[in-house]
Nanobody, 115 residues
């Protein structure tokens, strides 16, 4: 059974940092692309960052230069280091693991940035 579990969210002041983790089990993580999405209240879920199975990364323009995605295939985990957090980064963050038609989501974790 595949499980995808996020951790590391919470409340932080603007300008602060958080690191999200997403641990997967039940799949061969190294062949999947791993990424993060977020959904703010009243808004659609949006792309944040992705790291491919080959290690290439891509970011939403809104987080470039502030967020860094990385992965540890041995630990089956993807990370999102978030620095210089802004009020607009407040959202539920979802981990996404995908390969071709196969798509797994975590349950989401709250990140709240106070202004």
């Amino acid at each position: 059974q595949v499980q995808v579990v996020e951790s590391g969210g919470g409340l932080v002041q603007a300008g602060g940092s958080l690191r999200l983790s997403c641990a997967a089990s039940g799949i061969l993580v190294r062949i999947y692309d791993m990424g993060w999405y977020r959904q703010a209240p009243g808004k659609q879920r949006e792309f944040v960052a992705v790291i491919t199975s080959g290690g290439s990364t891509n970011y939403a323009d809104s987080v470039k230069g502030r967020f860094t995605i990385s992965r540890d295939n041995g630990k089956k985990t993807v990370y999102l280091q978030m620095n210089d957090l802004k009020f607009d980064d407040t959202a539920v963050y979802f981990c996404n693991i995908v390969r071709r038609e196969t798509n797994y989501w975590g349950q989401g974790i709250q990140v709240t940035v106070s202004s």
